[in-house]
Structure formats: structure tokens, C-alpha cells
């Protein structure tokens, strides 16, 4: 007799994490529960091909903030696959990279915001992405989506994705990375242990703007 086994389902979330925040928290648990994934894996970027000028906490400190963000979560794991290889970090390579790691059978959700959603025809082999990946997009303040049209750009992005409402926060690391430089407060929009390693470390406190 033949036992269907079911697929694993891995979700994936990438990003610069410059600090990670309490909205990627929110939105990996969302996507973590919504489509029963068994693990999601945060994959901060090395070079982020979106963002070339803007990281300013080094990939290792940026690594460490979100070990320290996820450390209470069993399901919430931390890859150096991108940190680890060379050049701009593009997504395909790391689908690739998990796949193998998982193996072909495991079934990866690549979880987004709205606002990389928006961006994706711009990424680096976006068809490709959608081969080996499907999509969860969490809803995010100020960004408006249109599936049907961004379908039009990029035919199957709209088959491929799921999207899923979560509680609206309108937090950025952006907005973080500011508040550090003006001395206003960050405490509760990241986790007690990120606010104490970006203290400690001194980051962002000398940004230019
Ligand atoms: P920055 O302001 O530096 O761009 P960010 O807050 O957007 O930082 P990223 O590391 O760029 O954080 O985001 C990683 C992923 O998390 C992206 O897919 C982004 O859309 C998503 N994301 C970040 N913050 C939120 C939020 N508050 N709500 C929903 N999605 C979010
Ligand atoms: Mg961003």
C-alpha cells in the first residue's frame, strides 16, 4: 500500500533585518500558522541587491539581533546562507541552497510584505523564484496591492501567491534606525535583547541620514 507523505512545508523570510522588529516577528508567526509550516527560516541578507547603500549594521550583527529575536521560538531558525556566500544575495540562489539542504520533496513558502511583493519583477531571476517557491505576502501599512495587475507583469505571480491579512504594524527598520539616531525610543517595537544588543554594540547611533 502506497502512504501518501505529505510534503514539508518550510517558510522562508528574507530581509536586510536592519534591525529585525517586532512586524517581522508578527508576520513570520502569522505565516508560520496560516499554512501550518514546520519551521520558518530567516535568512538575513549579505549584500541585499535592493538596498546596495543602505545596510549599516554589519551582516554579523545583523545575524546576531535576529538569533537573539527568535531564540524563544522553536519554529523560528536563523541561515547563514546568504551571510556565508559572496557577492549581492540574491533569492534564487538561496531557494536553490535550501532546497538542497531540505530536499526536492520539502515545499518552501517565501514569505514577504506587501511592500516586496510590489518590487519582485525587479528581482533577479523572478521566474525562477516562482519554480522553486510559492508566495505568502503579509499585508503592510501604506502598500496597496493589485494581484491581477502585477499578474500582467510577471504571468503566474498571482497562481503562486498567497496573501494573508495580519494586524497592521507600521513599523520599519528604517523608522528604527532614525528613532537610534535622534535618541528616541525603540523599546517595545523590538524585542528587550535587540534593544540592548544595538545599546551595547553602538549601532545606528552615528548614521548619517
Ligand atoms: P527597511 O526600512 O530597512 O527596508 P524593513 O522594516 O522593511 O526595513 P526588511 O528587512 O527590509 O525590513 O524587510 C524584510 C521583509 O519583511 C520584507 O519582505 C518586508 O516587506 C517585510 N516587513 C518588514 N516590516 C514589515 C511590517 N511592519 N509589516 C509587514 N511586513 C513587513
Ligand atoms: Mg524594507
Redesign the pocket.
Known amino acids: 500500500m502506497e502512504v501518501e507523505v505529505a510534503a514539508k512545508r518550510i517558510g522562508v ?6 534591525p529585525i ?1 517586532i ?2 516577528l508578527v ?1 513570520a508567526e502569522e505565516a508560520r500558522v496560516a499554512f501550518g509550516l514546520e519551521r520558518v527560516v530567516f535568512v538575513p541578507a549579505h549584500i541585499s541587491p535592493h ?1 546596495l547603500d ?1 545596510a549599516v549594521a554589519s551582516g554579523e550583527d545583523r545575524c546576531e539581533m535576529v538569533r537573539l529575536a527568535v531564540r524563544d521560538n522553536p519554529a523560528f531558525t536563523v541561515s547563514r546562507v546568504e551571510l556565508d556566500r559572496a557577492g549581492p544575495s540574491f533569492t534564487v540562489d538561496t531557494l536553490r541552497s535550501l532546497h538542497a539542504e531540505y530536499g526536492a520533496e520539502t515545499q518552501l513558502y517565501f514569505v ?5 511583493l510590489l518590487a519582485f519583477k525587479t528581482w533577479h531571476k523572478p521566474k525562477e523564484i516562482l519554480r522553486l517557491t510559492r508566495l505568502i505576502v ?3 501599512p501604506s502598500y496597496a496591492l493589485d494581484l491581477e495587475a502585477l499578474d500582467r507583469e510577471l504571468p503566474g505571480i498571482a497562481a503562486a501567491t498567497d496573501l494573508i491579512d ?1 494586524i497592521s ?7 528604527l534606525r532614525a528613532r537610534v539616531r535622534q535618541g528616541r525610543p525603540i523599546r517595545y517595537q523590538v524585542p528587550c535583547a535587540v534593544a540592548q544588543y544595538i545599546t551595547e554594540h553602538q549601532l545606528y547611533a552615528g548614521d548619517k541620514a
Open positions: 523570510f528574507g530581509g536586510t533585518f536592519d522588529h512586524g517581522h508576520v538596498k543602505v514577504m510584505g506587501a511592500d516586496s503579509v499585508s503592510r495580519s504594524l507600521d513599523i520599519s527598520a528604517t523608522d
